[in-house]
């Protein structure tokens, strides 16, 4: 089972936290400190722990502080939570509950009293299963009226046919239904019996009674369905530290902890997962340290390049070997810098190395076969400790293994800025609690780790200014800049205020437009007139980025309602002489058919690159339109047609930029 979402209602600062979703590999909260993220954390982890007996949550320290005392109850469900089911564990619902065929999402809540909830639609209602059953009785009766009649036993055969329809006909709602059905029957084979009446009554009774016991058995088949499910939830770890991996060792003292009736000690189980990643065995260390020293340093050598082949993968930070020393009783780990070829006790390396090799060594540990194996993992702040590379490193670890994960963070180097989709900004409010949202909404605080990931003071391809106009991609930029100068001579070109900010496609224009407006800047957003161009303006209104004043659409400039994009502002005749000109190699010799149907000039030439084995790059047109409009023959590519399209999209960008200014609305206000 994959977790697809959980909402965390009435917890500690939590009222409702909506919806969050849960991506198959990991989910990222960002959020200021005290904002609720770690209580988030907690609630999921209650639904499974790896102790498998359920918290209790109380009111003193549970329930949100503001709350009336007179709301509490223990049955209040405090977690839901929604989970996929892959094919082969359908098939297997399916066949330990029938009723449940095609079921491939489950419900699981737990309450703040200890108890889980599974919550498992059913493919058909009980009346649904039992309606064949009906029928067929209907259909026994109208047979049985005419062979009967003057049958000896007669009169005893309609009466217990009588009784059959008489429970036949009471509500289906529960399995007692199929119970009450199936002590109907029996009287009535009896009769038929009696009275020598042929198999093929026999053989319907059969199948109603069929049906009757189907439904009759349908708690228990429910009940077995439940119980399974419950079994497949995974185990939640919660982590926010733990111990650092021991870097020297006493293995004689080890081995005799492990002899019944000895307690074991406090790293005993770190010392136990070291050995695992390292496919050592203590005893058999222990047997080879006096007798067979090749030996044994052959095996521990190996490990140790096991060990360090996969660290090297993962640890960017600097080139580094691990050895493991078995000298006398003792088991040390060393670890070697190439840049010093210093040999440095485990212990004595730094707190950030400590922590990144304790957790490869925990989580390879747990997750190979272990504990952990398919285990959703909770992670607070994971990485503290690490300089910005070594999280970089950590996020590899992380995309290697199997589990779930779902973790809290500051940091900009915990968020991959090609994964924004997996990321979940949360936010505390003193009315509504805390809250976490796909959408980047949030202050500048919340919206900092975001920021920075996507590399908003730190690349060359994002330019802010006071007034911003955010477009979709680099080439609607390369279009109306390039445009923009060529009007400028009339005076009909952007104003030098303006700013235009590529997003790098329609899908990051709303986080782009969340940092901008979270730094207190003018923003005005320039969309396509496409489906990805409705659901990112769908998705700026809704979340109450901007408003309806404060977005263009290209289309505008053409028709009300028009599909276009900003290369739909050119002649039809000189996009097609850019087009062949910028492709005339993989052209030649070859004969397209542009579809006059297709209402965007681009979607049209892909279709007709398409349908003879090529891919067209609008890129390419877009270079060769700005080196032509830099040129001294710029009105070939620009003539008035086309002038006075970009002429009517600029003036559409100053009106909204004058009404964003003159509006003075600060970001994610109502």
Not at 572 to 596: C, H, I, M
């Amino acid at each position: 089972m994959k977790l697809t979402s959980f909402q965390v209602r009435d917890f500690r600062s939590v009222n409702d936290s909506t919806p969050i979703r849960v991506e198959d590999g990991r989910t990222v909260l960002v959020g200021r400190n005290e904002s609720g993220k770690s209580s988030l954390l907690r609630a999921l982890h209650s639904l499974r722990p790896p102790t498998g007996a359920l918290q209790k949550w109380g009111l003193a320290r549970d329930f949100p502080r503001g709350r009336k005392r007179s709301e509490f109850r223990e049955d209040l469900v405090m977690l839901e939570t929604m989970w996929r089911l892959d094919d082969g564990e359908q098939a297997e619902l399916t066949r330990i509950y029938p009723r449940a065929t095609g079921v491939a999402e489950v419900r699981i809540s737990r309450t703040y009293a200890p108890r889980r909830i599974v919550e498992l639609a059913a493919s058909q209602t009980l009346a649904e299963l039992a309606a064949p059953a009906v029928a067929m009785a209907a259909t026994l009766s109208a047979e049985l009226a005419k062979t009967t009649r003057d049958l000896p036993g007669a009169e005893a055969i309609h009466t217990a046919l009588d009784a059959v329809t008489d429970a036949l006909n009471l509500p289906v709602e529960s399995p007692a239904w199929g119970a009450a059905v199936v002590q109907a029957v029996a009287p009535l084979r009896a009769a038929l019996a009696g009275a020598g009446v042929g198999d093929a009554s026999a053989s319907q009774l059969a199948s109603i009674e069929t049906v009757a016991r189907t439904v009759a058995e349908d708690d228990a088949k429910r009940a077995a369905a439940i119980s399974w499910i419950e079994q497949r939830i995974p185990v939640f770890v919660y982590l926010d530290d733990w111990d650092f991996i021991p870097g020297h060792y006493n293995i004689p003292e080890y081995l005799g902890r492990l002899q019944p009736n000895q307690q074991k000690g406090e790293h005993d189980s770190l010392f136990e997962k070291l050995l695992k990643v390292a496919e050592l065995n203590a005893q058999e260390l222990h047997g080879l340290l006096r007798s067979q020293h090749e030996e044994r340093k052959l095996l521990t050598d190996r490990a140790g390049s096991v060990v360090t082949t996969t660290l090297e993968q993962l640890w960017k930070d600097r080139e580094i070997t691990v050895q493991f020393s078995v000298d006398a009783d003792h088991f040390d780990v060393i670890v070697k810098d190439k840049d010093s070829n210093a040999l440095v006790p485990l212990d004595e390396r730094s707190r950030g190395f400590r922590w990144y090799f304790s957790f490869f060594v925990a989580f390879a540990a747990d997750t190979q076969g272990g504990a952990m194996d398919k285990a959703i993992l909770l992670l607070d702040e994971p990485g503290l400790f690490l300089h910005a590379t070594a999280q970089e490193a950590l996020l590899s670890l992380f995309r290697t293994m199997p589990n779930q994960i779902v973790y809290t963070t500051h940091s900009p180097f915990m968020v991959e800025p090609s994964e924004l989709t997996s990321v979940r900004t949360v936010n505390l409010d003193r009315k509504t609690g805390t809250t976490a949202s796909a959408d980047p909404t949030g202050d500048a605080n919340t919206l900092f780790p975001l920021q920075a990931a996507l590399g908003y003071n730190l690349t060359q391809t994002l330019f802010v200014g006071t007034d911003n106009v955010v477009l979709e991609g680099v080439t609607d930029y390369w279009y109306l800049s390039a445009a923009s100068e060529f009007l400028d001579d009339g005076g009909a070109g952007l104003s030098k205020q303006i700013v235009l900010t590529p997003a790098g496609g329609a899908t990051k224009v709303g986080y782009m437009v969340a940092l901008l407006t979270a730094q207190q800047l003018n923003v005005v957003v320039v969309l396509d007139s496409d489906r990805a161009g409705d659901d990112a303006a769908r998705e700026l209104l809704r979340s109450k980025l901007i408003r309806d004043g404060s977005l263009v659409r290209v289309g505008t400039v053409l028709s009300p309602g028009a599909e276009a994009d900003i290369e739909d502002l050119l002649e039809p005749s000189v996009f097609e002489d850019l087009a062949r000109e910028a492709y005339q190699k993989e052209l030649k010799g070859k004969t397209l058919t542009l579809n006059s149907k297709v209402p965007r000039i681009v979607r049209r030439w892909e279709e007709a690159f398409a349908a003879v084995g090529l891919d067209f790059n609008k890129t390419r047109v877009a270079k060769l339109f700005l080196h032509k409009i830099g040129g001294k023959n710029a009105g070939t590519v620009c003539p008035p047609s086309t002038e006075q399209r970009f002429k009517h999209l600029i003036g559409l960008i100053a009106n909204a930029v004058d009404m964003v200014k003159k509006s003075n609305r600060k970001p994610f206000e109502n």
